[in-house]
């Protein structure tokens, strides 16, 4: 149940993959406002096979947005935000923003890794939140979609996954 690295296990063992998990969002989601808001269905549940093993959290999302409009996403053990950015005054911490994208059909794909330390063999659930920064009506912000969603071929969507792997220390 595990994959050892070509050249072996380390000195005093460890180092291999235990267990990988997916989840893959194909349908779209819309949110608007500057509270964080979870992803319908970007989740993923790992169980650590020891409370000594790291897990790599890998979102990978297809974000649109109004044109003109700043947002970013953060990633949650539970409730608790990782791999965010340091706390400084009022500003916003985040694991990655973007805003000021071309035009109102464009879509952009960020992925971003971090390697967690969860201390835990009990079931641990990562998830995505999404934020805008204005409240003005009509500044959605979307996953795997754009802003401007004709019915047409000119017009996509597109995925977003969220992956965990456990790696044994």
């Keep these: ?58 979102p990978s999302l297809s974000i649109g947005a109004k044109k003109g409009a700043r947002h970013g996403y953060r990633i949650l053990r539970g409730s608790t935000a990782i791999g965010v950015g340091d706390s400084s005054g009022s500003r916003t911490q985040y694991t990655q923003q973007a805003g000021n994208l071309n035009s109102d059909t464009a879509v952009y794909s960020n992925t971003f890794l971090f390697l967690d330390s969860p201390a835990t063999t009990s079931a641990t659930t990562y998830k995505v939140q999404l934020r805008s920064e204005t409240d003005v009506s009509g500044y959605e912000v979307y996953i795997n979609r754009s802003d401007d969603d004709q019915d047409n071929a000119s017009y996509g969507r597109s995925a977003s996954t969220i992956t965990a792997i456990e790696v044994s220390a």
């Design 1 to 58: 149940n595990s994959i050892i690295p070509v050249a072996g296990v380390p000195t005093g063992g460890g180092g291999g993959i235990t267990q990988i998990k997916q989840t893959v969002k194909t349908d779209t989601f819309t949110m608007t406002g500057t509270t964080f808001t979870d992803v319908t269905g970007l989740s993923v549940t790992i169980t650590p096979s020891s409370s000594s093993s790291k897990v790599l959290i890998i």
